[in-house]
């Protein structure tokens, strides 16, 4: 094992879990940059990566002796806590190991580095765009607990200077005031409706019927209202999705995309210093685009612009031939028992009759845990779906990014959802408000769409349906299918859950008895609040 000066080894404790290990972690201390750099060394280098770390400050030294920080000076700062000095080391290393981008490849360094985002003040249509990555991990505000009562709203620059901006301004703000009046019905219902005596705690049971209050009543929030989120990127994910998103035809989505680019390169001008605009990334213009809009037939399925929809349409579109057969082969073929290759396990399953077919999957899932999703080798074939469903449900299903999404446009031309909640004795004055609502601004969007049909889409509701394609594997299938039907979830995606799996399970007779679905069709989120003030509870008892 290396032998560390004193000096070196201060260094090395601050930006790695360890000195004297082969197994360690980089700190948060360490710059994303950095550490990209560090890893992407392995292929060209015989030194461990400490040592290359190290190594980096010695050749700044040998290059700029009077300007470049040596590690006894970095050892200093460490234990004095002097965090500009350090800081200004770190920048001139990350700029200095740059060179390393054109050595080793500059994409495979791209994915070692992350990138992690603050996009707050956005809209909820803006929300949408920003979230279409498969390789992106993101946490937005929820609608469940959060009073989205103000009138914080996003409207496009170009919408509101034009003829039809002071009415969006309107219709928007009526909106907001229609939630506002619905959800303080729906409140008060709920607290009369839910019987204080089956919950443990008064607070459980505020927040239960706070919960179920939000979830109806966020169908009338407009889809040009503020909301935030948080956003991690691999920098090679980085890279491409600015470049799409610098290329939308939405003003409010191009100002955001050079916002996150001037903020990423500011830390990490190394490695996205290349990013522009892509046009051939933004799908909907183009040759493709051309073409489908003189092939697209006048008219479409579904409704009038103002009719009201009772729930979400789920149909199957395509599922693979024999996905469970793949399913249930790849699962002997990754027991690593035999070298039968794929092929010849597939043929052992399909001459094996339902029998082993049911052995199979029974020793594949029985012994799964409570939280355990199903086994890898099971992504397998392709399984996907038309749906029409409300914004706010499919707000909640996009944010997976299973297999292939397609992306969907908020539109108010396929009609509106009426949350059967509203249609609950008591609640009729609630329900004339909604609809009254819901009817006005289907009109104006209506209106807006033949003149300004990217801006259109601000004038929609949460409530308003629309259209969504999307493709995933049969493990995809089966997580999405378990998670969003569980009771604790929103009436609109366990409905969608619900569906996606009773077209599935026809096709996989020997898996469907293995599938956590949820059946219950009342959303109850009684359980899920009585855990949660119980952690409370159990949190403040610690302190």
């Not at 190594?55 to 050892?75: C, G, H, T, Y």
């Not at 909820?124 to 505000?141: I, M, P, T, V, Y």
């Not at 709920?190 to 204080?196: E, G, P, Q, S, W």
Request: proline share 5%; glycine share 6%.
């Amino acid at each position: 094992m290396k032998t560390w000066s004193s000096a070196e080894a201060i260094v090395l404790r601050h930006f790695f879990t360890n000195v004297d290990r082969d197994v360690y972690c980089a700190t948060d201390a360490l710059p994303m940059a950095l550490w990209a750099y560090l890893e992407g060394g392995y292929s060209r280098s015989q030194v461990s990566m400490r040592e290359r770390f190290l190594a980096i400050f010695e050749e700044m030294r040998e290059k700029d002796p009077q300007n470049a920080p040596s590690v006894e000076r970095l050892a200093e700062s460490i234990s004095t806590g002097h965090s500009p000095e350090l800081d200004g080391a770190l920048a001139k290393a990350s700029s200095f190991m740059s060179k390393w981008a054109v050595e080793y490849g500059h994409n495979s360094l791209k994915d070692s580095s992350v990138d992690r985002f603050a996009l707050e003040n956005v809209s909820q249509r803006a929300a949408k765009l920003l979230e279409h990555s498969s390789l992106g991990a993101f946490q937005e505000k929820s609608t469940r607990y959060l009073d989205f009562s103000r009138d914080e709203l996003v409207l496009p620059l170009g919408l509101t200077e034009s003829s039809f901006g002071e009415e969006a301004r309107w219709q928007a703000s009526q909106l907001m005031k229609a939630y506002r009046d619905v959800l303080s019905r729906l409140q008060q219902w709920f607290r009369d409706h839910l019987a204080r005596a089956d919950f443990k705690t008064e607070a459980a049971w505020r927040r239960t019927a706070d919960a179920k209050a939000f979830d109806v009543a966020r169908h009338l929030l407009p889809s040009s209202v503020k909301t935030s989120l948080g956003a991690t990127f691999p920098s090679r994910e980085t890279e491409r999705h600015i470049s799409a998103l610098l290329a939308s035809p939405h003003e409010e989505i191009r100002g955001i995309a050079e916002q996150m680019l001037a903020e990423a390169t500011s830390l990490n001008p190394g490695l996205l210093r290349h990013v522009k605009p892509n046009p051939y990334l933004e799908r909907t213009s183009g040759a493709v685009a051309d073409l489908a809009r003189n092939l697209a037939t006048p008219g479409r399925k579904g409704s009038a612009p103002t009719s009201e929809r009772d729930g979400a349409e789920v149909e199957l579109v395509w599922i693979s031939p024999e996905i469970e057969t793949l399913a249930l082969a790849s699962c002997l073929r990754a027991s690593e028992i035999s070298d039968l290759g794929l092929a010849e396990w597939i043929e052992t399953v399909r001459s094996g009759g339902q029998d082993l077919r049911d052995r199979v999957a029974t020793a594949a899932l029985e012994p799964r845990g409570p939280h355990d999703d199903w086994p890898r080798e099971f992504a397998v074939g392709q399984i996907c779906f038309d749906m029409e469903l409300d914004f706010g449900a499919w707000r909640d299903l996009q944010r997976h990014r299973v297999g292939l999404q397609m992306r969907a446009r908020p539109t108010a031309e396929i009609g509106f959802l009426v949350p059967p909640e509203l249609r609950a004795p008591g609640l009729e004055a609630a329900l004339d408000i909604y609809r009254h609502a819901m009817e006005r601004a289907s009109e104006f969007h209506s209106r807006l769409f033949q003149a300004r049909p990217q801006d259109a889409e601000y004038a929609t509701a949460l409530g308003h349906m629309l259209s969504w394609s999307c493709a995933m594997d049969l493990r995809q299938w089966a997580y999405i299918v378990e998670l969003r039907s569980g009771p604790s979830g929103h009436r609109g995606y366990r409905e969608v859950a619900h569906r996606m799996a009773r077209l599935v399970l026809p096709y996989v007779p020997a898996l469907a008895p293995h599938l956590r679905v949820d059946w219950s069709g009342e959303t109850d989120r009684r359980q899920a609040e009585e855990r949660t003030q119980e952690k409370l509870a159990a949190l403040a008892g610690n302190r």
